[in-house]
């Protein structure tokens, strides 16, 4: 089976850095996705690791470490935009799209 | 190119009906899976289909079904409608692999 845990929410102060964990306990591995989601709107792609290490794009940065089932996605120069739901999933590895979903992380900038 | 399209956007429904869900994926994708989102449970897989067979399914009941056309255009279908059934349903289309999702905006549906 799969199963996947994140922070249920998080507050930052606009202008910071904030790092949203994701640990996942799977059967096989196919990579970890990071998406997005603003109230009332489509989840949208942020980043796909499959290889151990840092990704960076823009603001936003995706690490993961195989060995120890984690991932953590950094976000830089908070902006009141990035107020959304981070959502970690990691797909089934027995062929298909099939995504399982942690709950998801309510960031919510401040100020 | 035109994003993933889902049809109603919002939808009432009394308990013990039913209702369809239509999604139009992006050009060329293959792929097409349901998603049910609550705020309790998160997102859950429902079912994937490709190339108009099922190729994956999720935990939920029979209730729950779907298909999908030769033109890859999806639709579920959620017999005797629950209170329960209240949620966000997306779906999500992918050109194929392990590659990112295009998910729609959603249906939401309210059970009453």
């Known amino acids: 089976g799969q199963n996947i845990d994140q922070p249920t929410e998080m507050t930052a102060t606009e202008g910071a850095i904030v790092q949203i964990n994701c640990t996942y306990q799977t059967s096989g591995f196919n990579g970890l996705f990071w998406y997005q989601q603003h109230a009332g709107e489509a989840p949208t792609f942020l980043s796909y690791n499959v290889l151990d290490g840092l990704e960076e794009k823009g603001r936003f940065s995706s690490f993961l470490s195989r060995s120890k089932g984690y991932s953590y996605l950094l976000l830089k120069e908070l902006q009141m935009k990035d107020s959304a739901s981070y959502l970690c999933a990691v797909p089934f590895t027995g062929g298909g799209n099939k995504l399982t979903f942690g709950t998801g992380t309510q960031l919510k900038v401040e100020l | 190119k035109a994003g993933v399209t889902q049809t109603p956007r919002y939808l009432i429904k009394t308990r013990g009906q039913q209702v369809t869900l239509s999604c139009s994926p992006i050009s060329g994708h293959r792929s097409v899976s349901w998603y049910q989102q609550t705020p309790g449970q998160g997102l859950q897989f429902l079912f994937e289909y490709f190339s108009e067979t099922q190729r994956n399914k999720g935990n939920f009941p029979g209730r729950f079904s779907g298909r999908q056309f030769s033109n890859s255009r999806s639709e579920m279908n959620v017999s005797t409608l629950e209170l329960g059934d209240s949620a966000l349903y997306l779906c999500?289309?992918?050109?194929?692999?392990?590659?990112?999702?295009?998910f729609g905006q959603g249906t939401r549906l309210t059970v009453v």
């Open positions: 999500a289309s992918t050109p194929g692999g392990y590659t990112e999702a295009f």
